[in-house]
């Protein structure tokens, strides 16, 4: 591993080296090479390969910063009327790093001062990118190019370049969770902060999501397009054909909490209230009891599996360190625990399918667990439902849906009784039904097919604009 990483860093190195001379010199051709050798084709049936398909009659997709797509890109890929080309973010931040500084945000970016030494580095950037992209798009031909977000520095000149080259970008935006008047106002913020939309199209997964890019004057309405979750499909697919739910396929009883930080935001968290202090004050000791309980559990019970979920990215953050933390004070050897288990890997759908009880709290996964038929906690200890926080909580108005604890003791008595009668009632499921549209646009599983048709329309539009205007 240790030998891996250090390849990894050299290799890094040289490359950063190679793309700083070839800023120096204007070496376009050099850096559209490296860029070609960097992207992959996603098959239909899930590999990559840097030797590309014959695109024949398929409009090709370039999906920027690939590692945040999760099943989206397999997606897509599964339809024969696409290739689906990508590349990670990594390799582009190799280029713009070569300019701007860690400190410099997209905002500063943007709206630089006329004359300032900050917008002389975003319009030398700029040229360089549109003169590379020149020369790429010569040697793979791309119908339009595809991200996640708005807010990355990495993508916003390979976005804005390729329009003006007349590719579009569309916009797949993945966060469906604004019903939190919090994380709303959040979203709007940084939808003020960027400006305009630059590109062609936004689709997202529901009307509130939608409504949030119209409230931010951030696109026109005709621009945005509710087409679903891509990675609903195949679980809405499976739940037609098993309409009672979808049982622990596996031997062993299992409980999966999905990992939220003690400062998540449903707890007060942002700049402003760690500035002032504003947020919930029994933000730790609820993370910590809700742990420490996981654990005692694991001991108590070693034929239940206990599986702690993180997003991946957690690992890396600093509060980290207070799980780890959490972890050393529970007095309790880890390491002993064969039915104790951090996985940030594992396949959401699959962990959720094949457990018996599940736990989380503002993340959409406790929507997906609730569809599935599971029995799912919300740790909702120290009267947390009493503070003012709990206006902002996403699933207030939807608390009859799930089994709420407010303490540990109570939490701990719902796992067991979860495990042992995991059945949820038909008038429970029925609403949860209605959640679940909701929060990802659809109970039926044709998010595929009402993506493709919109990204087809804007490059079909597209095409013709462009016919028109030579």
Known sequence: MVKSENTYKIMFTLTQIIFKICLKYKLYLVCALIFRIAIKERSPAGGDSFIYSN???????????SARYRGDIDALASNNMFRILHIT??????????????????????????????????????????????????????????????????????????????IPHIMLYRECNLFSDSIYRYLLKKIEDQGKFIGSHIIVHNEISKKAFLDGNFSQKGRISVCGALRMDKLLENLKNNPCGLGNFSKKKKFILFYFPYNSTTFGYSKRAIANGSFWKYSKKLFKELHISIIQLAVEYPDIEFIIKPKREFLLEKDWEFFKKVLKDSNIDISKLSNYKIEPEMDVHNIIINSDVICGLQSSTTIESAIIGKKVILPLFFNFSD????????????????????????????????????????????????????????????????YSDAITRVIDSNKLLNSDNT
């Open 387 to 450: 503070s003012d926080f709990y206006s902002d909580f996403p699933w207030k108005n939807h608390i009859n849906l799930f089994d709420v604890a407010t303490d540990s003791l109570q939490f701990k008595k719902m796992v067991i009784d979860g495990i042992k009668e995991p059945k949820i009632l038909k008038n429970i499921m029925r609403k949860r039904r209605v959640l679940f549209k909701k929060v990802f646009g659809s109970l039926e599983p044709d998010a595929l097919d009402k």
């Open 55 to 65: 695109n024949g009659n398929r409009n090709t997709l370039l999906l920027l910063d």
């Open 89 to 166: 973010q990594g390799w582009q931040s190799l280029l713009v790093g070569c300019l701007f500084e860690s400190d410099e945000s997209l905002h500063d970016i943007i709206f630089a001062k006329n004359g300032s030494q900050l917008y002389r580095k975003n319009i030398i950037t700029i040229d360089f990118v549109t003169h590379v992209l020149g020369y790429l798009y010569k040697m793979i031909r791309v119908d339009a190019v595809v991200t996640v977000h708005f807010k990355y520095i990495n993508d916003y000149h390979w976005v804005l370049s390729s329009e003006k080259m007349n």
